[in-house]
Each structure stands twice: as structure tokens, then as C-alpha cells.
């Protein structure tokens, strides 16, 4: 499996919840790049999901729609806040489903299973290797010396 980096804009997502769930982002660690970049992941090293919202959005009536894609994300968990003090909203295992399922994508749904997110990760700082995007390969989850 492959380390997927993900980039975003916080903001508030209230005014999102009732947009169409249409994808979650599987992925192995999350990458923080800042001065000292670090690590996160599960303590099982499985892979994770993060929440996200996809819609299509037309420039004006003649435009081809542009698909776009957010990560959600909200305040760290006591696991994380030595790293930064946001992180995505990651999806337990058993609630992957209930998040995809069109029927119950109601505000009130979604801030339901927003409430239950995981937020138990292990982190440790890796090299900078990482803060050029040039740069692929296991060894970008190696430790820091």
C-alpha cells in the first residue's frame, strides 16, 4: 500500500453535511509537513478512511462539471495535538458503510458519525524527505534520527 498526502483548507463544515457522500480516502498514515514533519497512524498499522464530501460544480450553464473533493477535518484528538491542532475526521472501520449509504445523509446523520471519528493514532517525527513531493517510497515513513 501506498502513504497518501492529503492537503486542505479548514473551515466550518456545517453548510457541507448535506452534500452527497460519495467517497472516503483510504490510506496507511497521514504525513504532517511542517519544520519537523511526523507520522500518524493506527497502532494496528492498518489502513484508515477519512471522511469526505464530493461534489460537481459548474463554472456556469455551458461548463463541463469539475468534480471537487474535501477532507473534513476537526480538532485534534489528545493522540495528535503535539503534531497540530486539526486533523481529519477518520472513519471507524464499522462506520465506512453508513457513511457512504445515500439514504442517511441528513446533517443530523452526519454529525452523528462525525461525533464517533477515530482518534487514537500513534505519531513520530520522520525525515524530511517528505516535504518534497518529488519523493516517493517506504522509506518516507522511516523514523527521524
Known amino acids: 500500500s501506498r502513504t497518501v498526502l492529503r492537503g486542505g483548507i479548514n473551515g466550518d463544515v456545517?453548510?457541507?453535511l448535506d452534500q452527497t457522500r460519495e467517497q472516503v480516502d483510504p490510506v496507511t498514515g497521514?504525513?504532517?509537513t511542517y519544520k519537523q514533519p511526523f507520522l500518524l497512524r493506527r497502532a494496528d498499522f492498518e489502513p484508515f478512511?477519512?471522511?469526505g464530501?464530493?461534489?460537481r460544480w459548474h463554472a456556469n450553464e455551458t461548463a463541463e462539471p469539475l468534480l471537487t473533493v474535501a477532507i473534513l477535518t476537526r480538532q485534534a484528538s489528545a493522540?495528535?495535538?503535539a503534531v497540530h491542532e486539526r486533523m481529519p475526521v477518520v472513519l471507524p472501520d464499522a462506520l465506512v458503510d453508513a457513511w457512504l449509504d445515500a439514504?442517511?445523509?441528513s446533517a443530523h446523520s452526519t454529525t452523528k458519525l462525525i461525533e464517533?471519528?477515530?482518534s487514537d493514532f500513534l505519531h513520530y517525527p520522520v525525515r524530511t524527505l517528505v516535504n518534497n513531493a518529488r519523493n516517493e517510497g517506504p522509506e518516507l515513513?522511516?523514523?527521524a534520527d
Do not use: N, R
Open 14 to 16: 456545517g453548510p457541507l
Open 30 to 32: 497521514e504525513v504532517k
Open 49 to 51: 478512511c477519512f471522511a
Open 53 to 55: 464530501l464530493m461534489s
Open 79 to 81: 493522540s495528535t495535538a
Open 103 to 105: 439514504e442517511a445523509q
Open 116 to 118: 464517533q471519528a477515530q
Open 141 to 143: 515513513a522511516v523514523a
